[in-house]
């Protein structure tokens, strides 16, 4: 395989880059069946490390951010904290950064197959990818917060992440929308989160990934870890042509040739084609003593 | 065609490695593990409608399930029958006065095990 960028021709893509771009799809596919397993429902008491809504009909674990806005409208009934979901969010994150959103997470891996439709791509400035932050304080914790200490239970908040969310509109609304239509029942998912639901697709088709990139809460909070998590990404300067491979290759934005580790990052891998990127684990090192 | 982000002019020598720690990491990420090993054996202060103090598993379940139970939520009991009885009125009126005077529950919020709402939003 000759390297894709044509002022480069004297370098070829890096064995381990060329493997990483084929198998991702497939590994992504894999993780679907963990999160669509009819069979695990009994896996709902446990939050998944995923966008993925726990109403499907076919979920296995429990949406962590429902779980994290439901416990934040509970904070002022009971005052419950959500030990298991920080636990897990904490040891995926500190292991991995936001590699669960690039290789394992369903929604993201429904925008990856929607940007391939279409070729033609609008880019998105770089500080929209505060507005997750935004999403996941206000509409997560804050606002949940504010309606339960008013004495409003979760699943009555007219303005809530679960009636304004995509992917509860696909896996939970859609679903149930059809199953209602076939018994001649007719459509139940409202007009906001079908227009939502809509629009998302309709977006997708021209940026790539924009529910991540843009809103997602949870890529958001696991994107936090890039910078220490436990495995990383590596610039290795001698292997470095300065042929900007890398920072064409991401589709997310990232500007690799700068930085990589950094929030924007959904560790996709696809920048290690070149080889100056490399993926690798964080080691205890033993410091040696210096030389006299 | 593969289209290629214009490359700034860069010094790869000066670029950082990004080389990451291993014990940031693995700090936190054994803190993660004990949290989340607690909170799978963590008993909530939440009741569940059969009697018990509900796992926090339990607790999420519920959210997914509508298995959330408030006080307003439960109907009052039903008023006698009065077919059959010798004085009605006076049955109605005893049920009358159980009403007035029942005390609110005193949970604020229970898990119902059974329920499957399958979307509770």
Not at chain 1, 211 to 227: D, E
Not at chain 2, 36 to 46: D, I
Not at chain 2, 53 to 81: C, H, M, N, S
């Amino acid at each position: 395989m000759e390297c894709p960028v044509p002022n480069c021709p004297e370098w070829k893509p890096a064995s381990l880059g060329r493997k990483i771009s084929r198998w991702r799809p497939w590994v992504q596919t894999g993780f679907l069946g963990v999160w669509l397993a009819p069979v695990g429902q009994w896996l709902h008491g446990i939050p998944g490390c995923v966008f993925h809504c726990y109403s499907c009909p076919l979920s296995s674990f429990a949406c962590p951010i429902g779980v994290m806005a439901n416990y934040a409208a509970l904070l002022p009934v009971v005052g419950e904290v959500p030990y298991l979901l920080i636990g897990l969010l904490l040891l995926v994150g500190a292991a991995g950064g936001s590699i669960v959103c690039g290789w394992a997470c369903p929604f993201g891996f429904l925008q990856d197959l929607l940007g391939k439709i279409s070729h033609r791509k609008i880019s998105l400035p770089s500080w929209t990818g505060y507005l997750r932050y935004v999403v996941l304080v206000g509409l997560v914790i804050l606002l949940p917060l504010i309606l339960g200490y008013k004495g409003i239970p979760f699943e009555k908040q007219v303005v809530s992440i679960c009636r304004l969310c995509p992917a509860g509109a696909l896996e939970a609304g859609v679903p149930y929308s059809v199953q209602s239509v076939l018994a001649g029942k007719g459509w139940v998912m409202s007009g906001l989160k079908t227009g939502i639901l809509l629009s998302f697709i309709g977006i997708a088709l021209f940026v790539h990934r924009p529910w991540c990139r843009v809103l997602c809460p949870l890529g958001g909070f696991l994107a936090l870890f890039n910078r220490f998590s436990l495995f990383h990404l590596r610039f290795n300067p001698q292997r470095c042509v300065e042929c900007n491979l890398c920072r064409s290759r991401c589709s997310m934005g990232v500007k690799v040739d700068e930085a990589v580790n950094v929030s924007g990052c959904i560790r996709c891998l696809e920048c290690a084609t070149c080889g100056a990127i490399e993926p690798c684990f964080a080691l205890p090192q033993k410091e040696e003593a210096p030389k006299e | 065609m593969f289209k290629r982000v214009p490359q700034l002019p860069v010094n790869p020598a000066l670029r950082a490695q990004e080389r990451h720690d291993f014990w940031p990491g693995f700090a936190v990420a054994l803190a993660g593990l004990v949290l989340a090993f607690g909170g799978a054996r963590h008993l909530t202060t939440v009741d569940t409608a059969d009697g018990n103090t509900a796992w926090e598993t339990q607790l999420v379940r519920a959210f997914a399930a509508g298995g959330l139970q408030y006080p307003d939520q439960i109907p009052p009991p039903p008023p006698p029958k009065l077919d059959g009885l010798a004085n009605p009125g006076e049955a109605l009126d005893r049920w009358a006065k159980q009403q007035a005077h029942a005390q609110p529950p005193a949970w604020k919020i229970r898990v119902d095990l059974g329920a499957k709402t399958p979307c509770p939003t």
